[in-house]
């Protein structure tokens, strides 16, 4: 009875003596190897399995009969240690396996089960999932970190805005913004506060534009950017002031080596014009060329793109 029931077991079942030969073989790893149990049994570990000497699993194997300690091989090392196929097809791809090994005693005489379980549904929905993960990720419009509009949002509010500039010849404005001595705070405080203060800082300036066209984005590391349609370079010359104070007024403490005691931004605006600065290429380097200014000028502070 017991034996049909080990050939009846879903899963793989070997049982090794303490020279690691073959002592038992299932049902199961016979439909799956292609090898009866008769051609096996007898056989030394490596001798029927020879790719496996100076692996992980002859190292386990060891472990289990000398020490006897059980063992659960990690997954990621080795998906398939077994030449086990789906059964029946003894060829293409091997199946994906979970090993436990269990080492026990019988008289005098130590043994090592071997167990192998085909995982290869599970792994494969795992692939799958992960795939559809990031498939989602790549195809969203919301930062991870901070929850407001990523980069790939904004290129295409951007786009679209200016169209709109074009056709009706309606204002558009840009800011991009850096926080100030970032790199000060990330050694001071680590990266996870660092990813923190990120979040304030993004809270705290998209809640200062109120206009629901308007678009602030995380531009990308500690950069942030907004895109303000219908509005004059005077205009967003005003609202990136509103930011900056507005920042600046949070006081969240900096680090000791940065340029301001307290956390604060540096803001490069500039606005579209027909002739110059009318494709997004052109005002996002204006934009830069702001922000590296007023970098150059001490940083806390506003600088607005001019010919
Ligand atoms: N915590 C955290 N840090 C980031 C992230 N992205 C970029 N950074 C860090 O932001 C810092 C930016 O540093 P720099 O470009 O050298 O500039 P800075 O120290 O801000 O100096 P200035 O811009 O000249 O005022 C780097 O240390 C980056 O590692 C992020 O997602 N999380």
């Given at each position: 009875m017991y034996g049909r029931v080990?050939?009846?077991?879903?899963?793989?079942?070997?049982?090794?003596?303490?020279?690691?030969?073959?002592?038992?073989?299932?049902?199961?790893?016979?439909?799956?190897?292609?090898?009866?149990a008769s051609r096996v049994q007898g056989l030394l570990f490596l001798e029927a399995f020879p790719e496996l000497s100076g692996q992980r699993m002859e190292q386990a194997v060891h472990t289990a009969l000398a020490n006897n300690l059980p063992t659960v091989l990690p997954q990621n090392q080795n998906r398939s240690p077994f030449p086990l196929f789906a059964a029946g097809t003894?060829?293409?791809e091997r199946v994906e396996q979970a090993v436990t090994l269990t080492p026990f005693n019988e008289g005098k005489e130590r043994f090592c089960l071997v167990?192998?379980?085909?995982?290869?549904?599970?792994?494969?929905?795992e692939r799958l999932l992960r795939g559809q993960a990031e498939a989602l990720r790549a195809q969203s419009y919301v930062d991870g970190l901070t929850g407001i509009a990523n980069r790939r949002h904004f290129d295409v509010a951007l786009d679209r805005e200016l169209r709109?500039?074009?056709?009706?010849?309606?204002?558009?404005?840009?800011?991009?913004?850096?926080?100030?001595?970032?790199?000060?705070?990330?050694?001071?405080?680590?990266?996870?506060?660092g990813d923190a203060c990120l979040t304030l800082v993004a809270e705290a300036f998209a809640s200062r534009l109120q206009r629901p066209a308007d678009l602030a984005a995380r531009y990308g590391?500690?950069?942030?950017?907004?895109?303000?349609?219908?509005?004059?370079?005077?205009?967003?010359?005003?609202?990136?002031?509103?930011i900056r104070a507005y920042v600046?007024?949070?006081?969240?403490?900096?680090?000791?080596?940065?340029?301001?005691?307290?956390?604060?931004?540096?803001?490069?605006v500039a606005s579209f014009d027909k002739e110059r600065l009318n494709d997004a290429k052109a005002l996002l380097e204006a934009a830069d060329r702001a922000l590296y200014t007023a970098k150059r000028e001490g940083r806390n502070c506003v600088i607005v793109a001019r010919d």
């Open positions: 080990l050939g009846l077991a879903n899963l793989g079942l070997m049982v090794l003596d303490s020279d690691q030969r073959i002592v038992f073989w299932n049902q199961w790893l016979a439909s799956r190897s292609g090898m009866a003894w060829g293409g167990e192998v379980a085909d995982v290869s549904n599970t792994v494969g929905r709109r500039a074009h056709r009706q010849g309606a204002p558009l404005s840009l800011l991009l913004m850096d926080i100030d001595s970032f790199k000060a705070y990330n050694d001071h405080f680590g990266h996870q506060q590391g500690e950069e942030f950017a907004a895109v303000l349609p219908d509005t004059s370079a005077e205009q967003a010359a005003q609202h990136a002031e509103v600046e007024s949070l006081k969240m403490a900096h680090a000791p080596k940065a340029v301001h005691s307290h956390v604060t931004l540096s803001i490069g």
